[in-house]
């Protein structure tokens, strides 16, 4: 049972039952944790990681560029935060796996894309050009199997789509919106 | 002496087929004895109740079932083998309100893409040493969300007064513990070194006694 509140706008305190399980994994493992050996082995073994990307960051491509398309279908979508979801889906993949598979830049570029997504108030058609910019390079990135950070032109890439934001916003001051939307549950149609 | 973690099972879930396979070779590469994949939440399921595995990694955006909801169900569901296991979750957010979101749904540790080895094994050994106690409270079950050594020590957690076992008597009187606590360690240290007040010197966590 809950304790009353002081005021109507207050949460009630919860009751809250705190248990402590026994730590089984704990007792299985052991201490001393592991030896820098084996962590390097580790990490070699990432970095060797020899897995292509291209064919899984053309799949992202792809449900990028769908969701670019809904969005131009619907210009007056009752729902922002959906269609935008099916951008920031695939642009979340990049950014994820971009630089899990040695591509780096593609996950620098993936996560200024998502910033932009998450502020922008509603997927018009220059914000759409933005976003349409952002696939072009990224996927100039993997055509043409730029690792890494791309030294010193990679970050020109960057400023440039960087500044092409926040030309947008200055055009477009009330484009910015400071609501936090949960855009992963939107998702209907995810690829792949 | 290092983990034997070969005594271990641990279950990933990853939509992402080569992804899966660069976590599962990692975790072979620390020694685990048996990794058991998952490519969705649904099937991710049904491999942790015929498994029971000692953790949990899995991905946050899979169909048809993600990672948040294959958590929930981990935490809630009377078919669960273990409600108490350690989740990881891997994704490329790393908003805070992210990582709330996540923490809500029972998750124990956030691993945000792209990691490293060292990332990885650090949140496999913080589940190993730093184990959250468990909270169940109105419509939550799942690892303390705000991990605090206070509420580790004495089951009664002293920041923002929202359980009904929370009280700012508490937290005042956990601090000036604390701060007593230095006092007296930074005292010791003088005294075994023949300093005076107002000498500086390297603290060395050697000479700090933390029993």
């Known amino acids: 049972m809950s304790k009353e509140p002081d005021h109507f706008n207050q949460t009630p305190r919860r009751k809250a039952e705190f248990i402590r399980p026994p730590n089984t994994l704990k007792a299985k493992v052991g201490s001393g944790g592991l030896s820098e050996e084996i962590l390097n082995k580790a990490q070699t073994l990432l970095e060797n990681n020899a897995a292509e990307f291209g064919p899984l960051a053309d799949l992202y491509f792809t449900s990028l560029m769908r969701g670019v398309e809904m ?55 220059e914000a759409l050009e933005i976003v349409v910019a952002f696939l072009t390079t990224i996927r100039a990135i993997v055509n043409s199997k730029i690792t890494g950070d791309g030294g010193r032109h990679g970050r020109d890439l960057i400023d440039a789509l960087n500044h092409a934001c926040m030309r947008y916003f200055e055009k477009h001051p009330g484009q910015r919106k400071d609501i936090d939307f949960d855009y992963i549950h939107k998702v209907d149609d995810q690829t792949p | 002496m290092s983990y034997q973690l070969h005594r271990i099972s641990v279950l990933v879930v990853e939509d992402n087929e080569p992804m899966l396979e660069i976590v599962k070779s990692l975790l072979h590469t620390f020694g685990v004895g048996h990794v058991i994949g998952a490519p969705d939440g649904e099937v991710g399921f049904s ?83 730093r184990p959250r106690q468990f909270v169940r409270s109105g419509d939550f079950f799942g690892p303390d969300r705000r991990r605090k050594r206070d509420a580790e020590k ?58």
């Open chain 2, 47 to 129: 491999r942790f109740c015929e498994y029971n595995p000692d953790i949990v990694i899995a991905d946050w955006m899979m169909k048809p079932m993600d990672g948040m909801t294959f958590t929930r169900l981990i935490r809630n569901d009377e078919r669960s083998p273990n409600t108490y296991v350690p989740v990881i979750l891997m994704t490329g957010f790393s908003e805070k309100r992210r990582v709330l979101q996540a923490r809500d749904a029972g998750v124990t540790e956030f691993l945000v893409k792209p990691f490293d080895a060292r990332d990885l094994y650090k949140r496999i050994a913080q589940v190993i040493e």
């Open chain 1, 71 to 125: 969005a131009r279908l619907d210009q007056a979508p009752d729902d922002n935060e959906n269609v935008i979801a099916h951008i920031i889906y695939p642009a979340m993949q990049l950014k994820a796996n971009g630089g899990m598979f040695h591509y780096q830049l593609v996950t620098r570029a993936a996560d200024k894309l998502i910033q932009f997504l998450e502020v922008i108030e509603k997927p018009d058609e």
């Open chain 2, 154 to 211: 004495s089951g009664n957690y002293g920041g923002p007064m929202r359980r009904d076992t929370d009280t700012a008597e508490t937290t005042k009187s956990r601090i000036i513990d604390q701060k007593n606590d230095a006092y007296e360690a930074l005292r010791k240290i003088r005294e075994k070194n023949g300093l005076a007040k107002g000498d500086k010197f390297d603290i060395n966590p050697d000479d700090i006694d933390f029993a």
